[in-house]
């Protein structure tokens, strides 16, 4: 019946109203002590891939540079220049082999 459907709607929403004061209050006092937390999963794995990703960047920039530094130092100083361009190997190992997460 249409009259008990929206009677039975009705004493829902009543009990909602009544509980929502409390339920709002409780949410204030979380917010005031500083205990509430909102989680999500998906944005921490998102930001922790984005940091993997940023370090292995920044890996790769230092790599670049010990080996371009080391290729113009070259012609000035042999050993010097080779010394950067062998180093530079470590940081390209890091962005090869760093652990590629989802």
Same mark, same amino acid.
């Given at each position: 019946n249409?009259?008990?459907d929206v009677l039975g709607e009705a004493v829902d929403i009543a009990g909602v109203a009544?509980?929502?004061p409390? $339920?709002?209050d409780g949410l204030i006092n979380r917010l005031e002590d500083g205990s509430l937390s909102v989680g999500s999963h998906k944005l921490e &794995?998102?930001?922790a891939r984005?940091? $993997?990703v940023v370090r292995r960047i920044v890996w790769a920039l230092v790599f670049g540079a010990l080996l371009i530094a080391g290729a113009?130092? &070259?012609a000035d100083d042999a050993v010097f220049g080779t010394v950067l361009m062998a180093v530079s190997v470590v940081p390209?190992?890091?962005v090869l082999l760093a652990?590629?997460?989802n």
């Open positions: 249409l009259a008990q009544l509980r929502l409390k $339920r709002l &794995r998102q930001v984005l940091d $993997r113009i130092l &070259r390209l190992l890091y652990r590629r997460g």
